[in-house]
């Protein structure tokens, strides 16, 4: 299996969808032989990343609900 570390820019209108989708096709990508490992997120606002890029990644979980996280959150110069 073969091991493809991924930085996702933007969790926008156009980079949405992105991450569902990522976690929706994993059984084709296992069939091509290919793991994506989502590492790090950022966009204008915000910059994610796991502790370990070359061992860790985030989990389906977190990745299914970033996005609408993001954009429920209360912005920081808010608080």
Known sequence: MKNIPIILMGCGGVGRPTPPHIVSCRTLHANKGIHLRVVGIF???????????????????????ICQIKSTAVPSNMC
Request: aromatic share 14%; proline share 4%; hydrophobic share 45%.
């Open 43 to 65: 966009d204008s606002k915000s910059f994610l990343v796991v502790p370990d890029v070359s061992s860790m990644e985030f989990n389906d979980t977190f990745l299914m609900n």
